[in-house]
């Protein structure tokens, strides 16, 4: 992955050195949190420190800490649990839908308790959950929908950006994703005073304009910077270039590996269309130390290649969350493999790296 920096983005930034605001009272966070939401279709924007202090400032603003269940999936990166354990959440651990690679609509149902106060939707790779069942399930149990859309700028359901389908959204702009800030993420909310609650959180708990230190809730310093506002506003106008550059490279990969009966490709379920965040194959005739071998043997090769994100319930710290049986993830996780997705990867370095993948495991197996 690399990001795309060129003078516009400079040009901001210098903008901000010159006059001196180098804050979150700086012009950009607004211009960038408006910009984002137009592009995603609606909503209320809140620029962030990064993607996981969205996610915590999320379930915070909704009311959610101390006794609550939040449903997570197995599936994911460790920031989805770790938000929910900082918030003093409880995280109930769901298996993944093998077909989706996404978090199960039964799995949902059988972790639901008289406890449980959100869903944590994740988009993982890009890939989107069905928002419709999981609508349906939070709405009939009066409990919140949080979509994790930290991989899925520009994934689409039914046409449309995601992003505005739960009661709120969470995104981050760290240097590998769609568009970046440095470090950075945002929120965005469905109900206007959620979102002003937000701000205050945001902000040490006290009002924007306060100037008497007087703080109305227990609040974290998540405000972004005037800096990386600058940098995220001058991505949003290159988004869409970005985001035709990232279905190239995935359309480039699905023809080369689809002639293969080992290698399954990213799930492309009806009704929705990836970011193209990070291109993620499972390789069917694989074992755990095999598929490690294999991306020992990439890097051999000078292609740097990263295994599945591992799941939660084989790691120490979240075990205790787990219960029960996570044959679908633990089958998606430690079989995968992901390869480089940068959109700025030119023909002959796509052609070297398929090329040398399908030696390499030819070899390994």
Not at 42 to 71: F, M, P, R, W
Not at 83 to 98: S, Y
Not at 202 to 211: A, K, L, P, S
Not at 292 to 299: A, C, G, P, T, Y
Request: proline content about 3%.
């Amino acid at each position: 992955m690399q990001p795309f920096i060129d003078k516009s983005e400079i040009k901001n930034v210098l903008n901000c050195l010159q006059t001196g605001w180098l804050s979150s009272k700086g012009v950009y966070v607004k211009k960038f949190e408006q910009k984002f939401t137009n592009f995603i279709g609606g909503g209320y924007g809140v620029a962030v420190t990064n993607g996981t202090a969205a996610l915590e400032l999320a379930l915070t603003s909704l009311g959610i800490g101390k006794g609550d269940e939040v449903i997570v999936p197995n599936f994911t990166f460790g920031a989805s649990i770790n938000a929910v354990i900082n918030i003093g959440a409880k995280p109930v651990v769901a298996d993944i839908d093998e077909k989706t690679w996404t978090i199960s609509i039964k799995e949902i149902n059988s972790k639901m308790s008289r406890k449980t106060k959100a869903i944590l939707a994740v988009h993982i790779y890009g890939l989107v959950c069905d928002l419709k069942n999981i609508s349906k399930i939070a709405k009939k149990n009066k409990i919140f929908l949080v979509e994790d859309c930290a991989e899925a700028l520009g994934s689409k359901f039914n046409k449309k950006y995601i992003g505005n389908y739960g009661d709120c959204s969470t995104f981050s702009f760290y240097p590998n994703k769609t568009i970046t800030t440095g470090e950075g993420g945002m929120i965005v909310f469905k109900k206007k005073n959620v979102y002003e609650k937000s701000l205050i959180l945001r902000n040490q708990g006290r009002e924007i304009n306060d100037t008497f230190f007087i703080h109305k809730y227990r609040g974290f310093n998540f405000r972004m910077s005037n800096i990386q506002a600058a940098i995220g506003y001058a991505q949003m106008f290159k988004i869409k270039k970005f985001l035709n550059l990232r279905k190239k490279i995935f359309k480039f990969y699905n023809k080369v590996f689809k002639k293969y009966n080992f290698i399954g490709l990213m799930p492309d379920k009806k009704n929705t269309q990836n970011s193209g965040w990070l291109y993620t194959i499972k390789i069917k005739n694989i074992n755990h130390n095999k598929r490690n071998q294999l991306i020992q043997k990439l890097k051999d090769k000078g292609i740097e290649a990263r295994p599945a994100f591992y799941p939660l319930n084989k790691m120490k710290p979240f075990k205790k969350y787990c219960k029960g049986e996570y044959e679908a993830s633990e089958n998606v996780s430690l079989k995968s493999i992901s390869l480089p997705s940068s959109p700025f990867l030119l023909k002959k370095e796509l052609n070297y790296i398929t090329k040398t993948f399908l030696e390499e495991i030819n070899k390994i197996n």
